[in-house]
T-cell receptor
């Protein structure tokens, strides 16, 4: 079964500290992986996708097929990074609608 | 571009009533997706529609739930004879036409919070 697991419900770090939000997935084929973010009182929005291999707002994520992981990392957290983060999976080439989301991790960056 | 619009933002219904949730996609977007988020859960895909067509309804409950995206007007998610377990946040997303199975970013609306008393 296709599944996305985010083991941490809440992650609290201090400003300037490194942050890593974990995401593991279960899927037998070739997946596309995404990170979505929802800031307070804002809509869910795409943060980054593994295919583009880019850094957005200092965040990066590498797809590790051996470990079936797609952890989100940032070397120095900022207070404005506080938000809910969702990892999501889509079957490569599959229905464009069929995104599978994890339960989300709430990141709190303290001053 | 105002973004994806959903209304109402909050909806309260009593058990047995009908709930109608509306979604207006972004301008130029012809694909609409509905997701449901139960408390403490992630978003779960329900249905994917294009104008006048249901493309993928694999996540829709078999009974009481239906969705449409008419040629004119918003997409509607309809829940008949609501039960307490239908209480959730319902999110709509839209994307432009895609090509060859490649992913086009889905833009999300603010959601409708349905409470069933």
């Amino acid at each position: 079964a296709q599944r996305v697991t985010q083991p941490e419900k809440l992650l609290s770090v201090f400003k300037g500290a490194p942050v890593e939000l974990k995401c593991n997935y279960s899927y037998s084929g070739s997946p596309e992986l995404f990170w979505y973010v929802q800031y307070s009182r804002q809509r869910l929005q795409l943060l980054l996708r593994h295919i583009s291999r880019e850094s957005i707002k200092g965040f990066t994520a590498d797809l590790n097929k051996g470990e079936t992981s797609f952890h989100l990392k940032k070397p120095f957290a900022q207070e404005e990074d506080s938000a809910m983060y969702y990892c999501a999976l889509r079957r490569y080439g599959g229905s464009q609608g069929n995104l599978i989301f994890g339960k989300g991790t709430k990141l709190s960056v303290k001053p | 571009n105002a973004g994806v619009m959903q209304n109402p933002r909050h909806l309260v219904r009593r058990r047995g009533q009908e709930a109608r949730l509306r979604c207006s996609p972004m301008k130029g977007h012809s694909h609409v997706y509905w997701y449901r988020q139960l408390p403490e859960e992630g978003l779960k895909f329900m249905v994917y529609l294009q104008k006048e067509n249901i493309i993928d309804e694999s996540g829709m409950p078999k009974e009481r739930f239906s969705a449409e995206f008419p040629k004119e007007g918003p997409s509607i998610l309809r829940i008949q004879q609501v039960v307490r377990g239908d209480s959730a946040a319902y999110f709509c997303a839209s994307s432009p036409p895609g090509s060859g199975g490649s992913y086009n970013e889905q833009f999300f609306g603010p959601g409708t919070r349905l409470t069933v008393l």
